[in-house]
């Protein structure tokens, strides 16, 4: 049925090793960004790879690509090792990056200093099981040291950060605070705030945190970089001063400074913790009937009064949140795994990602108290066009929310359809998105959002039924079944023959009669059939069931080849084709709008039609994208096509040709990005994950 040939050959082309500059261990590979703290589109901070780049080779940096100041030394038998960022201090050598391992939640790296190795964890939680920690803005990053030589050694650890975290202008002024206690906090923030305004994408509002308990031996200092680096490889601690002299962030560059001494080492030492994180108040601007304005809060702020409090619980809980993170780890990959290693790889990658889009928040009452009735989630377009819940972003994203947690996507989908419940929205198709710019969600009363009129209709309809079916929750249903409806209504008009438009691939540009496109409309409608027989509303129902049907029979007279071998990507021209992701929400949703020699065909088409990196989204170019690469992977009926798109996929992420958070758009034909970083979209390599 399959092309054998070209199948092995394409089997071959991935198996190929790809080799770069990678002198240390990866486990299970080296990707080409690693996350370090990765929690919410501010906290960020990501070491750029290439072919390889040890944690003491770079600077962290946002997800943008613009530097985090961020460094570390140990001190062994009074000689200094840098084993974060890239410091110029002079006295101090470079440690030995021997290994790097990443899972779903942690980065963990050995560097060598001498005769003592560190082991350092970045482990940034994924608690979606308890939406008050996984609001949580705030990311650990935990340092151990052993004697490599059997010996007995003398180490003290130092670290710090930079005001490089609180502004994307570095001419801008900073000022900052350290409290003492029980906990070491430093405090950094702008001397002039923008509610709601980003800089090169860096928010321009709040503060950030550097906190560490104070246990015996701690010592912290506020500074230039130069000097209080110097201070601690001269004198193996801090001198537990602050400099007041608040200015520009690339005026001598302020540090704030952290450092423990460990006392004499030979067996592996508990871990020293540090939280870094980043917190404002309020978190996203909102829109109400009536054009009205709500601020919306971290929801985190529902269960500690303030943010000391709330860093204290945060760095006491430490060992709990990696004994869970473990457990979560190891649960996605023996799930991840029951698909290929190859898989469970991407997975891997792709969680924290997802997540760090996202900021859960709850609103206040009239009397200033939370509601936390009122909890929703929003999510930033990253690295495209910086919309706030942009709807064909959180449908490819989906299948993460419904693995994990698909009460988090209920909270993404609700301000949309809250917002245009109010009626301020003037199109009768669903909105693209419900801000321009985050974390601003105001809204498009003008009706001017990009359009994408049959894309994002039928993803709200399908990705509410499959919440639904997912939980049994039929409120969301019930309140807003009227807009469901016009959707519905929509999609019956301009879905079977859809007009000239753009698709969530919008790069591609517009164009009419789209082949997939019309499979979620049709979908989007059998959606709305079950959606009205769950609230008892049966005529609709019927209604619903039976246009899906009629149309799905016309639509294979107009989406199939002239010879019948593959599904066109425009209506009438045989010579094109492309990947029909599409349809994965047929097998999501279990609605058998379309039959099995649809996915046999197409599955067939896909094995003799790859490049070296998988197949390219369509004929237009040859590039595709690794989330409906996964998608398509779910949806194909032969395991081994299965399984080479999935590899395709881990072969691009291994390549080594980027230094940028994992993009989705790239290359098939030798695996370069194309554009896009850090997208939350590739919480769809959870496709086959969301089918178990």
Wanted: proline share 4%.
């Amino acid at each position: 049925m399959y092309a054998p040939a070209l199948l092995a050959t394409w089997c071959s082309m991935l198996l190929a090793p790809v080799l770069g500059a990678v002198t240390w261990t990866a486990t299970p590979f080296n990707p080409a960004s690693v996350p370090l703290a990765v929690r919410t589109p501010y906290v960020s901070a990501w070491l750029p790879q290439g072919a390889g780049t040890a944690l003491n080779a770079a600077w962290p940096t946002l997800w943008t690509g613009s530097i985090l100041g961020w460094a570390g030394y140990v001190k062994v038998d009074g000689t200094t090792y840098n084993w974060l960022g890239a410091p110029t201090v002079s006295d101090a050598s470079k440690a030995t990056q021997k290994s790097l391992t990443f899972t779903s939640t942690q980065s963990v790296f050995v560097l060598t200093a001498g005769p003592v190795d560190l082991t350092i964890t970045f482990l940034s939680p994924v608690e979606t099981s308890d939406l008050v920690n996984q609001s949580l803005p705030f990311s650990y990053y935990a340092v151990s040291a052993a004697a490599n030589d059997g010996k007995s050694h003398s180490v003290q650890i130092y670290t710090d950060i930079s005001a490089e975290w609180v502004t994307g202008d570095n001419s801008l002024t900073a000022n900052w605070t350290t409290t003492t206690g029980n906990i070491i906090t430093h405090q950094v923030q702008l001397a002039s705030q923008g509610s709601f305004s980003e800089i090169n994408d860096h928010i321009q509002q709040g503060s950030a945190y550097h906190a560490t308990l104070n246990t015996q031996g701690a010592t912290w200092q506020t500074g230039e970089d130069a000097v209080v680096r110097a201070q601690f490889i001269n004198n193996g601690k801090l001198a537990n001063t602050a400099d007041t002299n608040f200015r520009a962030v690339s005026d001598r560059w302020p540090v704030f400074a952290l450092a423990h001494d460990l006392g004499t080492v030979t067996s592996a030492t508990a871990p020293t913790v540090f939280v870094i994180g980043h917190v404002r108040d309020p978190a996203v601007q909102y829109i109400t009937a009536n054009n009205g304005r709500q601020n919306r809060s971290y929801f985190f702020w529902t269960r500690f009064s303030t943010v000391a409090s709330a860093i204290s619980t945060f760095i006491n809980d430490y060992s709990n949140a990696l004994a869970r993170a473990k457990a979560f780890d190891a649960k996605v990959k023996a799930d991840a795994s029951k698909i290929s290693s190859d898989y469970a790889d991407i997975v891997a990658l792709s969680i924290r990602q997802t997540l760090g889009a996202c900021e859960i928040t709850v609103s206040k009452t009239s009397s200033g108290a939370f509601n936390t009735s009122d909890v929703t989630t929003f999510m930033k377009e990253i690295s495209s066009d910086g919309n706030t819940n942009t709807v064909d972003v959180i449908f490819p994203a989906w299948p993460l929310f419904l693995y994990t947690n698909p009460v988090i996507g209920k909270q993404l989908l609700l301000p949309l359809f809250e917002y245009q419940a109010t009626g301020q929205y003037p199109n009768k198709w669903a909105v693209h998105d419900i801000g321009a710019h985050y974390p601003q969600a105001i809204g498009h009363n003008d009706g001017k959002d990009e359009a994408m009129q049959v894309e994002e209709s039928g993803n709200m309809l399908i990705m509410t039924l499959s919440y639904v079916q997912k939980t049994g929750d039929i409120a969301l249903l019930k309140q807003f079944f009227s807009l469901l409806d016009q959707w519905a209504q929509f999609l019956i008009e301009d879905s079977l023959i859809p007009a000239e438009q753009l698709s969530t691939d919008d790069f591609a540009g517009t164009l009419a009669n789209q082949t997939n496109l019309a499979i979620k409309g049709i979908i989007g409608i059998k959606a709305m059939s079950q959606i009205a027989s769950l609230v008892g509303d049966t005529t609709r129902a019927n209604n619903y069931s039976s246009i899906a049907a009629s149309y799905q029979t016309q639509w294979q007279n107009f989406a199939l080849s002239s010879d019948k071998t593959h599904l066109t990507l425009a209506y009438g021209n045989s010579a094109s084709w492309g990947l029909s992701y599409n349809l994965y929400a047929d097998k999501l949703l279990k609605t058998n709008v379309f039959p099995q020699s649809i996915f046999d065909l197409q599955t067939n088409w896909y094995s003799s039609h790859a490049n070296a990196f998988g197949v390219p989204l369509d004929t237009r170019h040859t590039y595709t994208k690794s989330d409906w690469e996964i998608w398509t992977a779910a949806l194909v009926t032969s395991t081994s096509v299965r399984d080479t798109l999935i590899s395709s996929v881990r072969k691009y992420a291994a390549d080594g040709k980027s230094s940028q958070p994992l993009g989705d758009w790239y290359e098939t034909t030798d695996g370069s990005v194309e554009g896009f970083r850090a997208r939350p979209v590739v919480g769809g390599h959870l496709a086959l994950l969301a089918l178990q």
